[in-house]
């Protein structure tokens, strides 16, 4: 059985999946929209399928699911209208930036009784998933603490800041997705603090560009989340958790496992330059993951609830910030 | 422009280079032969393409070149018929056990002008092929010594040892074809040592399962190669190249990069069970660039020379090891 | 030049001092003292140097410096006594639990002109010193965040926890201290979340065995502090600073550097046991240096304010976590 | 019970034999010889003991034990003379450069029935020496293959090379020493391959650089050492044992074990940059050896069989080289 699939955004990200659903044997690439015709037409060139507008798409028949990669704003309204027109939907995170919207959408999407994942990529990385195996397989026991580290090589430009909703529910809500997926327990309060290191703009655009935070569950279990916009030596993403019978940790990735030696020391290359590279085989698993739950019938995770839960938890961090507390993401979600 | 192909042999290696072909968005898998027609039906239900047999490929309009995957002993006849048929052609190595046979053969592919690009899978996996780049980029300076460790996780089946040609031309012919390629000079001369250790059965076949191979040009650069049949840890393929100015060294690969650690201490994975997981990216890489050799006109490499020097050094190997001195190359090539 | 040293106490931190000293040819341990005679005498009976009693090592002319390494609630009282005498002090940290006991006693040492290095060890482990060396040769560009990771291989027992002061005067005062060491920045607030995951009984006694602590100074830099009363791998020592250029780290330490590989994995051993074999190295050189400090007149480093300023620390981690909120350094000390 | 021990030889390497005693509770350094006065008082300004002639060691009573540190011509006429003496005697690498010399001074040893330790330091790394239990423990399996890898930071002075026996006597009989250690079963036969690389006077005086060498025991074990005389990274010491069930390895040291990321890359430190740092605790573990065999009266080992065994295959290497063919030990022993 293949799945046909109608990409909506042809940028960046879009052209990540795009990729994904090409090199799937299962899927199948129908249809690309986008806002500027002349970038789904480049799509296309590349990876097949044709150019339609979202209307088209929403009453195409040879379309089983849509790929959601447009800006922000615009992912509830999208997910509300496929939902109604049937299709099953992949959708990038966030929701939204607003709890409320989300909700809202949410809703929508139960009474379509409509299939949605949402795109936190992560989960699907062989290394992270082999660490979530490894915990359930009961190598390392009770998870007690968690640590971590997600640096990007550079800041955005001031534009994408203006609309990324701030670092939290930009950056760190990877990471907080993370901590849901390793902990096994919900996340009930939040500390965190952030400051301003790499670039004046992102201050005066009144977001921040390096935070850490504390994350608590009910028994007291922590994860702990250090995040910079900015490492010069590539896409900084490592996890450990330590249990009480041990750790395991995943390691940063490169492209090439080469190490050389010289008088001046031994040097392997820098990490991959970013999540388009880093993530190839999690975009790829994603969107197996995601075909497999169609012609399965297995729910759908990660789903809107992990959208919901994650963005709360980073409202509540921007809370903690801005207020020097303790937040419980319970007086976000109420 | 898209490449045709017709793959010859449907077997482990056929398959490996069915998915190498089938990934790639210049290439197409059009037809499929094979001895056994139930394997060309099971290869075609995945990969696509349809059942032809050798004769019909070889009068085919639609196919551009053909992947000789066979056994070893029709690889010289099948690169004649086809390098007659006009075809491009790209064959597993090596050409044929006996230096003679290849010889003739290659005289068919230069008389017919035929393109003949021979597996060494090896050149073109990312990690070794940047380990070349280095060199080239004269980070360490003029090359000295080559160390190359190459261990199979386990030992192929009696029947496969029979006609392999023995350790030599079966494994140890892709460290030949490495160190060939890395130490930019010809090897001349040989000396091999080689015991049973793993397998009394494959002594008893007149074969060995163990060895240690020191290689030297004309200007004394030496490469060192160390060869087991088994390796409890997995694919055990590690190459380090000393020069006057440093060394680079290319790491073995597992699939996850998790560490465990408990009491017991700090524990990585085992290695990729074998070359069809771990040179995946290679044979991709290598399917590509016989694309690109036929489509912008570069020549073959490596080509059919390469897969001669190659056999001759593991002919001359074999004579080390049975008469206990160091062998010319040239004694094998004349 | 000789230095001539009694020590004060003869129980485990005191053996680590007593081997320092004697394996420093500037150094002489003359005297012992300990409240069991017993210990003492087996001190001597390795260490040479003979056994006095703590007045008597006041008044004796052949005693240059004492070693504190008394239980806590003595040292206030002991630096008081030899500042009087007129010896130079080693004291091991804490100077004392209370922060009042504290500014009091070193009012003495700057009373009597005497000189008083606080045992924060780590500052001369060759790797963390490293570390610092990096930074101050601008190596990784101006700090901004670092990340510690230290972790006990195992709780001490419940009477230990009793006097201790509680896991953040205890434990994460070394880490305090190594924050302030590598920021390069006074520390001006403290967000902190503890809970009890090890071992019930130390969350009875008031204490906890699970922390995570986030510091912020004046200019925004942040560090990260993570700690656990267990780690089954060993002592967990690791610290890894990131600045606008780069990063550092300083990787963990084993007794051997050996990794075996086999059908299971490729393990490597657990770390070092604990604090006495992971710093042996640390602690020589920290004898050395408090040597070098004597001889050559230089002020000592880290001094009584170093101690006073990590205990503020840790007193504003203790409030954070109470009070569910940023606390300010300045909140402590005033 | 304290060792009382003279010191013959106050150069490099009896510097390090100071260092070692002198740090050990159970050693003293009586007295010191050098053919240079100023050398011998150099060295007992630092180490104690005073200066002696080598007679007046010879017939001293408050003398045990002696360590030849001198050169290796006049190794064998200071064995035979402290072997009469009585002394315990402890003689670095090689006992002498000429096999028959070598047993005419055992044949003296033996007929004192003196104690001779024979300084092949490595056993006593605390690395390879966890090789070696790793081994003995059966956690690898019947050993089939060792690799050593041997480089030297820089060639030795041109007067050096000269009365250095040459690359396989002075160099790789420490990895002869380590493989007969590791091998489990004696080394029957030699193929070695030298050539220069490095330096072209080291070619002029009849010396190579640049070696690989294999060693094969009865049973078809095979170990290929790899030896250069430059390494601009450091001094590279690696050692691996592949086993039926699995490998172990030990890994090179450095000083410092931090990594620093950038834009170039992830950097650690050079190696150690020769012997006398690298091994440090070797020389240590190996005087503290020698002791206990004294206390113990355990028999030495390394002993003087030891040392010819592995002067007859640094023969037999050289024999190899030039005559292009294997040589079997029993050419050079008889």
């Given at each position: 059985m293949t799945i046909r699939f109608a990409l909506l955004g042809a940028g960046r990200i879009g052209q990540v999946h795009a990729r994904?659903?090409?090199?799937?044997?299962?899927?199948?690439?129908?249809?690309?929209?986008?806002?500027?015709?002349?970038?789904?037409?480049?799509?296309?060139?590349t990876y097949g399928g044709e150019v339609r507008d979202i209307d088209a798409i929403a009453a195409s028949d040879d379309v089983d699911g849509v790929l959601i990669c447009t800006p922000t704003n615009t992912h509830a309204d999208l997910i509300e209208k496929f939902a109604r027109a049937g299709k099953a939907i992949f959708c990038e995170k966030p929701i939204d930036l607003d709890i409320g919207r989300v909700r809202d959408c949410l809703q929508v999407v139960r009474d379509c009784d409509a299939k949605l994942m949402v795109g936190f990529n992560r989960r699907f990385d062989p290394?992270?998933?082999?660490?979530?195996?490894?915990?359930?397989?009961?190598?390392?026991?009770?998870?007690?603490?968690?640590?971590?580290?997600?640096?990007?090589?550079?800041?955005?430009?001031?534009?994408?800041?203006?609309?990324?909703?701030?670092?939290?529910?930009?950056?760190?809500?990877?990471?907080?997705?993370?901590?849901?997926?390793l902990l096994g327990e919900e996340v009930e309060s939040v500390s965190a603090v952030a400051s301003v290191l790499v670039d004046p703009?992102?201050?005066?655009?009144?977001?921040?560009?390096?935070?850490?935070?504390?994350?608590?569950?009910?028994?007291?279990?922590?994860?702990?989340?250090?995040?910079?916009?900015?490492?010069?030596?590539?896409?900084?993403?490592?996890?450990?958790?330590?249990?009480?019978?041990?750790?395991?940790?995943?390691?940063?990735?490169?492209?090439?496992?080469?190490?050389?030696?010289?008088?001046?020391?031994?040097?392997?290359?820098?990490?991959?330059?970013?999540?388009?590279?880093?993530?190839?085989?999690?975009?790829?698993?994603?969107?197996?993951?995601?075909?497999?739950?169609?012609?399965?019938?297995?729910?759908?995770?990660?789903?809107?609830q992990d959208g919901l839960r994650a963005l709360a938890i980073a409202e509540a961090a921007l809370m903690s910030v801005r207020q020097g507390r303790v937040v419980q993401v319970s007086e976000v979600l109420g």
């Open positions: 994904a659903v090409t090199g799937n044997p299962q899927a199948q690439l129908v249809a690309v929209a986008d806002v500027f015709p002349k970038t789904a037409k480049s799509l296309i060139a290394h992270f998933k082999a660490l979530k195996d490894t915990i359930d397989a009961g190598r390392i026991g009770k998870v007690e603490m968690i640590n971590i580290v997600s640096r990007d090589p550079g800041a955005p430009p001031a534009q994408y800041i203006k609309v990324s909703g701030g670092i939290f529910k930009d950056m760190t809500i990877h990471d907080f997705d993370m901590a849901r997926f703009k992102i201050g005066e655009l009144g977001d921040y560009d390096s935070a850490n935070v504390i994350l608590t569950t009910a028994s007291g279990k922590q994860c702990a989340i250090s995040n910079s916009r900015r490492a010069t030596y590539g896409y900084d993403q490592r996890i450990e958790v330590h249990g009480a019978l041990g750790m395991v940790a995943a390691e940063n990735q490169r492209e090439v496992s080469i190490e050389v030696a010289t008088a001046d020391g031994y040097t392997k290359p820098p990490l991959f330059d970013f999540f388009m590279t880093r993530y190839i085989a999690a975009y790829a698993a994603e969107i197996s993951t995601f075909i497999s739950m169609l012609t399965d019938g297995t729910p759908a995770t990660p789903d809107g």
